[in-house]
C-alpha cells in the first residue's frame, strides 16, 4: 500500500471541502482498502465519512429512503424495507457474504469497482485502470464479462446487486457537493465504458452521495431478485435479475426488469417490460418477453453461455414474483 | 487389543488453543529485530531477465537490500531427494540465473524494516524481460507429452490383452475427461521465518514434513544437517502444500544471510498459485469392455498429467485401475505434458481422485450401457484378490460399504432412468462411485518421557494440519500408558525430535501411531524393570514376563490388586523414563497383502432446469478403513473431504491465461471453493474391519480417501438427473444449462 493521509470529518461540509480538494471518500473501505492494497487505486488523501449522520432508513410514504452511510446488512434487516421493498433486501443479501455487508454502505456499494480480474493486476494491460493500455480481458478470460454495453476497450461487468434492484425500481439519489445539491436517477450514475473506461460514474468532483430514494409503486411487493451462479454464497452474479410486477386479474399491468453481470452497468430491460404490459402471467409470455433482452448482446469468447442464461433468468425471475412458480 | 481410548469420541486436545489464539503457526514467531521480505514475482511466463532496475528501490524508505540473480548468494544446492520430491528432475534453483521458467517464478526478493515498506518497494520494483510465449495447455498443440522417464511405476501396466478384450466386447464405452488445474488454498498462507546464529539457521516454517525440510535446506545451503532446526507446531491446512520445501523457504534463510538478522517472509494469497505445487491438470481416456450381463472383459485407462519442464511429477493416477475391479485384461499407460508452469504437487487425495474420477465415471456410463444398476454392476466385477499385484487383499469392504451406504442412503427410491426424479421444478439425480486409497506406512520413532508426577510427554516429528494428530496420537499414548487423556502431553513439529514421515499419504495414523504405541510399550517395560529391581516394590525380584501392566500399574501376573501405580516407582528413584522406539510391522505381511481403504460414495443433486444451478442436497461416504481410532475426528476428515470433492466437481480450478500463463483467478473471490451454504447434509460412516496385517494398530488412515469418489459420485449423479454426461470438471452451470 502506497503512502496516504487519513482525515476524518464530523460534517458534510468538511467532507466536501476534503473531497473537492481531491480527497477520496472512505466508507466501509471493503472496496477501496482491498484496491489500495494491490496499488490499483492510489489515492494520498483518505477522507472518512463514516462519523456523518447518514444512515437512516426510514418509510416516508409509500417511498424508502436510504441513507448513504446505511451498511448493506442494516438495510437488508430493517422492517421497512422488508415491507416497502422486500427487493431491495433480497438483492443485499444475495451480494457479498455477511462479514463484507456487516461493513459495506450503500454508498460504497454503488460506487464499487469492476471484479474483471485484469484490473487487479498490475501487469496486465487495462484500459480502466491505465487509460490506453489496452484491455487484456477481450482476448482473454472473459467467462465473466459483459455482454451488453461493451466497448472495444472495456468489457467488464458491474458487480453490484442491489444497483440492480434500485435501477429496476427507479430509484433516486441525492448528492452533494461544492456547488450544491441535486438529485437523479440511479441509472445515470453509472456510464458506458466507450472510449473512457476509467471514468464509471457521473458525479461531479467531490460529490458526496447522501441517500437513496426508492419510490414505492404498486409493484413494489410483487417483485424478487434472482441470482445465478456456480455457488451459492459469496459470488458475484454470472447473470442475475431484479423484477417487479403490478398484476391485475391474471395479466401484467405492468412490469420492472432490470438486470445484473451482462452488462457494462446494471441494465434496465424496457423492452422486455413493455412487452410484458397487459400479458397475462405465464411462462410463455415471459419468455417471448425475455427473448427481447437479447437484443444488441455482443458475447466473447468465453460467456456465450450468457446468450442463454440471460433470458433463461428473467423467466425464472419472473415467474417467482408472478406467483406461478 | 482390548481398547478403551482408541475408538473413542474424544474431543480435540488442542482445541482450546485454536479457538483462543494460543496455538502459534509459523508467521507467529516474531523475531527481535526481525526484517520483512517480499517476493517479486516474474510477470512474464516464459524468457528471462533482462534488466533489473533496483537503484531507486534501494533508496526507498525502510529498504535494506535487493536480492536478485544478480547478488543472490550462490547456493550450494546438493543432491537432496525425499520421497515426496519428483524422482527424475531437479528441483527450482531460485535466484540463480536470469531464466523465467514459469509466471510467478520468484526474480527478486526485497527487504525491508517493515512490512509495509518491503511490499511498495517489491511493487516499485522494475524488471525488463525478453519474454516468448509459454506453453501452459496440454491440448497445445505445441505441448508433447512424453514418457515418464524415472522407475516409480506409475506408468505402465498390462495384464491380458485389453485392445483384443476392447475390440471383442458386445458392450463397450470408450471416452476421455478433461479434469481442471486445482491449487490447494488452505487458510493459512505459507510463511517462514529465518534465523541464522553463526552457521546455525532456524527455520519456523509452515511444513508437513519438517525432517525433510531441515535436509534440504541443509543441502541447500551446504550445512551440515543438525546445523538446522525447522519448528512447525501447527498448520492452518495444507492438503499437501506443506509437504515439498518451496522456494519461499530457501529465499528467506537466504535473505536473513545477506542482511544479518531474523528475516520474516509470507506469501500472498496470489503467490501461493505460483511456486507452492497445485492438482495437475490431467487428460484421460477410459475403455471399458464387458459382456451383457456386465462381466467386465476389458479396461485400458490412459492418463495425461502436466508437469514442468524442470521435474517429472508423477502421481498414482492410474494405480486403482488395476485392482478395483476383477478383469482378466487391463492396461494402463501413463504419459508427463511437461510445460511451462512451476512443478506440480500432491494435493489431498492425489492421483486416485483424479483416476477414480475417470474410471467411475465411466464405469457408471457402463451401467447404463449395460441397463444395470451402478451398485450391482461393481458387485458382479468384485475381485476375490488384487489381481494386479496377484495377492490377496488384507481386508477389503467394498461391498459391505456399498450394501450398508444404500441403505442409509435409500438408493432403493432412485429410479434408474435419467430425468426421472423430481422435487417440485428441481431435477433431482442421485449417483454413487466407489473410494480406494493405498495403506501407506513408513519408518517413524518417537520418545515418550514418564514423570514421576504421572504424567507422560510424547515427542515426534510429526506434524497436524487439522486431522488431530495431536489428539490420536494422545489417545494411543494414554490407551497404551493406561493413564488419563489428560496426563498425556504430545509435542510434534520440531526436526529435533525423532523422525517421521510426512504428513501425508494418510500414513500418520497408522506410521506415527504405531510409533507412539511401541515407545510407550517401551516405556512401560523400562517401568516394570525400574520395580522389579526396587526392594521396596511389590513386584520386586519378578521376571519381566512375570509383571503385567494394567491402568497406569505395574502388578505380578494373577495378582488382583489395583497393582503399584508407575507414579510410585518413578518417585521412588526420582528418575523419570525416558523411552525411544520406532514402529516396526512384519515385512512379509507386507510383502504378502495388498492394502488398501475403500469406500462407496453416495451423492443427490439437486439442478435447477431453467437456469442450471447445481446443488449437492446430501452425501453419504461409507469407508472400510480399518480401525477407527477417533469416530469424532474420523468423521470430520471424511466430511472435510467430500466438501473437497465438492469442490473438485462444481467449482476449483485454476483458470490460466494462455498468452503469458498467469492463473488470472488467483484470489479468494474468484478461486471458487464450496462455502457453507454449498454444504448439504454430509454423513460418513464406518464399516467395521478388523485389518491384522496393515499395521500394529490395524488403522489404515482416512484423510486421502475421503476426497476420492465424490467428485465422480456427484458427476453421476448430474448425469442422472439431466441426461447429460459432462466429462470435465469442475461442472458448471453452463455445462448443464442445455440437458
Ligand atoms: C470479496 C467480495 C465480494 C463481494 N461480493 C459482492 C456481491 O456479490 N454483490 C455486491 O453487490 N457487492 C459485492 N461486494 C462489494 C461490496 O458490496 C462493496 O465492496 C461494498 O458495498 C462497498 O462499500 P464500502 O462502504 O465498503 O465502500 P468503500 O470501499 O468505502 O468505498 C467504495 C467507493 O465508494 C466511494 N464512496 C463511498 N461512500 C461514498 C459516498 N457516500 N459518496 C461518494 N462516494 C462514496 C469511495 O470513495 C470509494 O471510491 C463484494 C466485495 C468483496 C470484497
Ligand atoms: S475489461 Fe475493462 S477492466 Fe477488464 S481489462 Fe479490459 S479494460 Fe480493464
Redesign the pocket.
Known amino acids: 500500500m502506497l503512502p496516504f493521509s487519513f482525515e476524518k470529518v464530523r460534517t458534510e461540509q468538511d467532507a466536501i471541502r476534503a473531497a473537492a480538494a481531491g480527497a477520496r471518500y472512505i466508507a466501509g473501505g471493503t472496496t477501496l482498502i482491498d484496491l489500495m492494497r494491490d496499488e490499483v487505486e492510489r489515492p494520498e488523501r483518505l477522507v472518512d465519512i463514516n462519523a456523518l449522520p447518514m444512515t437512516d432508513i426510514r418509510a416516508d410514504g409509500a417511498d424508502l429512503v436510504i441513507g448513504a452511510l446505511a451498511r448493506m446488512s442494516d438495510v437488508a434487516a430493517h422492517p421497512e424495507t422488508k415491507r416497502l421493498q422486500p427487493l431491495i433486501a433480497e438483492s443485499l443479501i444475495e451480494g457479498a457474504s455477511p462479514q463484507l455487508r456487516n461493513m459495506a454502505s450503500m454508498g460504497g456499494n454503488l460506487l464499487q469497482r469492476?471484479r474483471?480480474p485484469?484490473?487487479r493486476m498490475l501487469d496486465?494491460?487495462?484500459?480502466?485502470?491505465d487509460p490506453g493500455s489496452g484491455?487484456?480481458?477481450?482476448d482473454g478470460l472473459n467467462a465473466g464479462?459483459a455482454i451488453l454495453g461493451t466497448s472495444d476497450?472495456?468489457?467488464?461487468t458491474h458487480p453490484s446487486d442491489v444497483a440492480v434492484a434500485l435501477v429496476a425500481l427507479g430509484a433516486a439519489m441525492r448528492v452533494r457537493g461544492p456547488n450544491g445539491e441535486r438529485t437523479f436517477p440511479v441509472e445515470e450514475l453509472f456510464r458506458l465504458?466507450g472510449d473512457t473506461?476509467h471514468l464509471e460514474h457521473t458525479l461531479r468532483p467531490g460529490e458526496l452521495i447522501v441517500e437513496i430514494r426508492v419510490p414505492g409503486g404498486p409493484y413494489a411487493r410483487q417483485a424478487r431478485y434472482l441470482k445465478v451462479r456456480d455457488r451459492a454464497s459469496y459470488e458475484f452474479a454470472l447473470v442475475s435479475a431484479a423484477v417487479a410486477l403490478e398484476l391485475e386479474g391474471g395479466s401484467i399491468r405492468q412490469a420492472r426488469v432490470a438486470v445484473g453481470g451482462v452488462g457494462t452497468r446494471p441494465w434496465r430491460m424496457r423492452a422486455v417490460e413493455e412487452a410484458l404490459r397487459g400479458k397475462p402471467v405465464g411462462r410463455d409470455a415471459f419468455a417471448e418477453a425475455a427473448h427481447l433482452a437479447l437484443e444488441g448482446t455482443r458475447p466473447l469468447s468465453h460467456n456465450h453461455y450468457k446468450v442463454e442464461l440471460l433470458p433463461r433468468t428473467i423467466v425464472r425471475a419472473l415467474e417467482m414474483a408472478g406467483g406461478t412458480a | 487389543m482390548t481398547t478403551t481410548l482408541i475408538g473413542k469420541p474424544v474431543t480435540r486436545v488442542d482445541g482450546r488453543a485454536k479457538v483462543t489464539g494460543a496455538a502459534r503457526y509459523a508467521a507467529d514467531f516474531n523475531q527481535h529485530a526481525q526484517h520483512y521480505a517480499v517476493i517479486v514475482s516474474a510477470t512474464a511466463g516464459l524468457g528471462r531477465v533482462t534488466a533489473l532496475d533496483d537503484a531507486p528501490v534501494r533508496a526507498m524508505p525502510g529498504v535494506v537490500e535487493v536480492i536478485s540473480h544478480r547478488n543472490a548468494l550462490r547456493l550450494a544446492y546438493g543432491p537432496h531427494k525425499a520421497f515426496i520430491d519428483p524422482e527424475v528432475g531437479e528441483r527450482l534453483h531460485v535466484l540463480q540465473d536470469d531464466q523465467v521458467r514459469f509466471y510467478g517464478q520468484p526474480v527478486a526478493v526485497v527487504v525491508a524494516d517493515t512490512l509495509d515498506h518491503a511490499e511498495r518497494a517489491a511493487n516499485a520494483l522494475r524488471i525488463s524481460y525478453a519474454a516468448e510465449r509459454p506453453v501452459v495447455d496440454p491440448r497445445d498443440p505445441k505441448a508433447l507429452a512424453v514418457e515418464p522417464s524415472g522407475s516409480r511405476g506409475h506408468s505402465h501396466a498390462a495384464r491380458g490383452d485389453a485392445d483384443r478384450a476392447l475390440a471383442d466386447a458386445p458392450v463397450k464405452v470408450d471416452v476421455t475427461y478433461d479434469m481442471a488445474r486445482e491449487n490447494h488454498n488452505p487458510m493459512e498462507p505459507h510463511a517462514v521465518v529465518a534465523a541464522w546464529e553463526g552457521d546455525r539457521l532456524t527455520l519456523w516454517s509452515k511444513s508437513q514434513f519438517v525432517v525433510n525440510e531441515q535436509a534440504e535446506i541443509a543441502a541447500i545451503f551446504g550445512l551440515p544437517v543438525q546445523n538446522v532446526q525447522v519448528n512447525c507446531p501447527f498448520i492452518g491446512g495444507a492438503f499437501g502444500t506443506s509437504l515439498r520445501t518451496w522456494p519461499h523457504v530457501t529465499i528467506a534463510a537466504m535473505a536473513a544471510r545477506q542482511v544479518g538478522r531474523p528475516v520474516k517472509l509470507v506469501l500472498s494469497r496470489r503467490q501461493m498459485f505460483f511456486t507452492t505445487g497445485h492438482r495437475p491438470r490431467t487428460l484421460q481416456r477410459v475403455a471399458i469392455g464387458a459382456t451383457r450381463d456386465g462381466r467386465i472383459t476389458g479396461i485400458i485407462h490412459e492418463g495425461n498429467g502436466e508437469t514442468s519442464r524442470y521435474e517429472e511429477f508423477t502421481e498414482a493416477l492410474l494405480s486403482a485401475t488395476s485392482y478395483m475391479y476383477s478383469c482378466p485384461n487391463v492396461r494402463t499407460s501413463y504419459r508427463l505434458t511437461p510445460l511451462d508452469i512451476g512443478t506440480p504437487n500432491h494435493m489431498r487425495g492425489p492421483g486416485e481422485s483424479s483416476g477414480m474420477f475417470a474410471l467411475e465415471s465411466a464405469l457408471d456410463e457402463l451401467s447404463y450401457e449395460l441397463g444395470i444398476d451402478p451398485i450391482e454392476l461393481r458387485r458382479r466385477n468384485e475381485p476375490t484378490m488384487d489381481e494386479g499385484e496377484n495377492k490377496p487383499f488384507s481386508s477389503r469392504s467394498l461391498v459391505q460399504c456399498y450394501e450398508r451406504g444404500a441403505e442409509r442412503f435409500g438408493w432403493a427410491q432412485r429410479t434408474p432412468a435419467p430425468r426421472s426424479m423430481r422435487d417440485g421444478r428441481l431435477l433431482v439425480g442421485l449417483g454413487v462411485a466407489s473410494a480406494t486409497y493405498p495403506v501407506w506406512y513408513l519408518p517413524t520413532s518417537a520418545r515418550v518421557r514418564l514423570h514421576a508426577d504421572g504424567t507422560a510427554a510424547v515427542e515426534v516429528a510429526a506434524s497436524d494440519m487439522g486431522p488431530g494428530t495431536y489428539t490420536s496420537m494422545t489417545q494411543v499414548a494414554a490407551e497404551t500408558l493406561g493413564i488419563p487423556v489428560e496426563q498425556v502431553r504430545v509435542s510434534i513439529g520440531r526436526s529435533d525430535f525423532p523422525p517421521a514421515p510426512p504428513h501425508g499419504g494418510s500414513m500418520t495414523m497408522a506410521s506415527v501411531g504405531s510409533a507412539v504405541r511401541a515407545a510407550c510399550l517401551a516405556a512401560r517395560d523400562e517401568v516394570a524393570r525400574r520395580a522389579i529391581a526396587d526392594q521396596r516394590s511389590p513386584v520386586f525380584g519378578a521376571a519381566l514376563e512375570g509383571v503385567e501392566w494394567i491402568g497406569g500399574s505395574v502388578r505380578r501376573l494373577g495378582d488382583a490388586s489395583a497393582g503399584q501405580p508407575y507414579r510410585d516407582i518413578l518417585a521412588g528413584s526420582g528418575q523419570p523414563i525416558e523411552a525411544h522406539a520406532s514402529n516396526h510391522r512384519d515385512p512379509a505381511a507386507a510383502q504378502r497383502y495388498s492394502m488398501h481403504s475403500f469406500g462407496a460414495v453416495f451423492a443427490e443433486v439437486a439442478i435447477d432446469p431453467d437456469v442450471g444451478t447445481i446443488r449437492v442436497r446430501r452425501a453419504l461416504g461409507a469407508y472400510g478403513a480399518g480401525r477407527i481410532v477417533n469416530p469424532l475426528l474420523a468423521s470430520s476428515q471424511c466430511t472435510g473431504g467430500m466438501i473437497g470433492g465438492i469442490g473438485m466437481a462444481l467449482m476449483e480450478q485454476t483458470a490460466l491465461d494462455v498468452r503469458d500463463g498467469r492463473p488470472v483467478n488467483a484470489h479468494m473471490a474468484d478461486y471458487l471453493m464450496p462455502v457453507n451454504l454449498d454444504i448439504g447434509q454430509l454423513e460418513a460412516l464406518f464399516v467395521d474391519e478388523d485389518d491384522p496385517h496393515v499395521n500394529a494398530l490395524g488403522v489404515k488412515g482416512l484423510g486421502e480417501i475421503a476426497l476420492v469418489g465424490m467428485a465422480p459420485a456427484i458427476a453421476n449423479a448430474i448425469h442422472h438427473a439431466t441426461g447429460k454426461r459432462v466429462r470435465h470438471l469442475p461442472i458448471r452451470i453452463e455445462d448443464v444449462l442445455t440437458a
Open positions: 469492476v474483471c485484469y484490473f496486465a494491460a487495462c484500459n480502466k485502470r484491455c487484456s480481458a477481450i464479462h476497450h472495456c468489457v467488464a465504458p473506461p
